[in-house]
């Protein structure tokens, strides 16, 4: 029988060697970048405004809110640090229902999904570049020379069969670390698309918050339109009543109908706005246009402002951020590429090993003298065509500044995204407070116009003009209300904060 022992052990010996020897790594090693931040955001000043529309959730007043209407508590929604995820905060179960549905069924996640599960594959691959590669195969042949072959044998004598079985491995030695660099690079490249998953996910969730609260917002202007349009409507009634009974003219009776007229044309730009939004929220989750439109259709109102928005620190922003954490990691993986490329400067040893038999006849096989066998060591230098390695080395080196450059800009971003965020949250917070007066006031003066145009007081231009500057009043406070939360939402997303791990730790980037 076949005695195979005496080669293992050689094999045996050969490893225990490589693995002595494979101690040197060429390339740079990775280190983290550092840059200088500010320990504070310049901005970091968003007031805990106390508006009566906090409790109101940013609803418009109508003529029954007036009379008391003159202030009120800051909105209790709980702040960030309450809710693992932000928006749950806004404590609106339809806005919760979507994101959780997008997380779930949205198409772009869906992508970024497969390419994570792209990337470790390769990875998984990669490491099997550690081992030695193993393969076998087998032959059976039953072959016939031709007469003029093989001159002067008979039919029989010209057949002949041949048998034969081996094994054969092959093995790089790593031992410049060419392969553990490579390892390195796509360990990173794994990382990094994760790091991409998690941020289209901010970006997914960012986006239904925004498209939601845009939808509320539309919704609430939709209705003031129609309740100004009712109001002008009942003073057209009056306009046309006194004209009825002698007392008017009409000019007046034209003025009240052109304006009525004026605000009823608001109402279908309104409701195209609405229908896109709807359609914009269903795609999102994943859904055809027209799935959601009879769940969005019943109006709701904005959702509650969050009391205040703790925005921590810029290093704790960095620390959150995911595409930060992916530009780091292709840096980290444009740096472990430099290895490999370095590595083509020195041989590179390659152990082939075959062991097997072959026989012309198959029950002769795997006897002792029917064994075949090899073992040999590859060499492999580039060193004659050291200028294109040089190149190739040049040129990762050149990619790796590239990473450094791209992470740093990707940090600036960050913490400008992060500033504006600050700046246009606190500012509309401010301006929302005072179009809230506003629209408290000119409604009071609505109300008050019309008690004296019936008392014979004031004439219809004071009336009408009253009315238009309600009309404005309540749309750029239902407007500026949304801006507001929607502000809120584009800070959370800035910050990166409280979002839930959707990504699976995989063992294959796990780190040691």
């Avoid at 225990?16 to 390339?27: N, P, R, S, Y």
Wanted: proline content about 4%.
């Amino acid at each position: 029988m076949l005695d195979i022992r005496p080669h293992a052990m050689t094999l045996l010996k050969v490893s225990l060697l490589t693995v002595a020897l494979a101690a040197c790594t060429v390339g740079p090693d990775y280190v983290r970048p550092t840059m200088a931040t500010p320990e504070k955001f310049a901005r970091d000043e968003v007031p805990a405004v106390a508006t009566s529309s906090d409790a109101t959730n940013g609803v418009a007043p109508t003529d029954a809110d007036v009379a008391g209407a003159t202030g009120g508590d800051a909105s209790t929604a709980p702040s960030p640090e309450a809710s693992a995820e932000f928006w749950r905060s806004f404590n609106d179960p339809m806005l919760t229902r979507l994101v959780d549905e997008s997380l779930l069924a949205n198409h772009d996640l869906r992508i970024a999904l497969a390419h994570y599960d792209r990337a470790n594959a390769l990875l998984r691959g990669a490491k099997f570049d550690r081992y030695p590669t193993v393969t076998a195969s087998a032959i059976a042949s039953d072959s016939r020379a031709s007469a003029d072959q093989a001159p002067g044998l008979d039919r029989d004598a010209r057949d002949a069969e041949s048998y034969g079985v081996q094994a054969n491995l092959s093995w790089e030695l790593d031992l410049f670390g060419r392969v553990r660099r490579g390892i390195e690079a796509q360990s990173a490249e794994t990382w990094a698309t994760a790091s991409d998953l998690d941020a289209l996910q901010v970006a997914i969730v960012g986006e239904v918050a925004r498209s939601y609260v845009e939808l509320r917002g539309l919704q609430e202007r939709l209705r003031v339109a129609h309740g100004n349009a009712d109001n002008q409507n009942e003073t057209l009634r009056l306009v046309q009543a006194r004209f009825d009974a002698g007392r008017g003219t009409e000019f007046d009776t034209s003025r009240a109908r052109a304006q009525l007229e004026t605000t009823l044309s608001r109402v279908p730009a309104l409701e195209a706005q609405v229908a896109v939004t709807m359609h914009r929220l269903a795609v999102l989750v994943g859904q055809t246009p027209d799935a959601l439109i009879a769940d969005l259709t019943p109006q709701q109102p904005l959702p509650a402002l969050p009391a205040r928005l703790d925005a921590g620190t810029p290093g704790d922003l960095l620390r959150r951020r995911p595409d930060v954490a992916a530009a780091e990691q292709r840096l980290h993986a444009a740096t472990a590429r430099i290895g490999v490329a370095t590595a083509d400067l020195f041989p590179r040893f390659t152990l082939g090993g075959l062991i097997g038999s072959q026989a012309v006849d198959s029950s002769a096989l795997f006897e002792r003298d029917s064994e075949t066998r090899l073992v040999a060591l590859g060499i492999d230098w580039s060193f004659l065509d050291v200028g294109r390695v040089r190149a190739r080395i040049a040129a990762t080196d050149a990619d790796a500044t590239g990473e450094l450059a791209r992470y740093q800009q990707t940090v600036l971003l960050a913490l400008e995204e992060t500033e504006n965020a600050l700046v246009r949250y606190a500012r509309a917070r401010v301006e929302d407070q005072h179009l809230e007066q506003a629209a408290i006031d000119s409604s009071r003066a609505a109300q008050l116009a019309r008690i004296r145009y019936e008392a014979g007081a004031a004439d219809l231009l004071e009336v009408l003009d009253a009315e238009r500057n309600q009309l404005q009043a309540q749309e750029a406070f239902a407007d500026g209300r949304t801006r507001s939360v929607t502000g809120a939402v584009a800070l959370y997303k800035a910050l990166a904060g409280g979002w839930p791990t959707r990504v699976p730790v995989r063992e294959e980037v796990a780190r040691g």
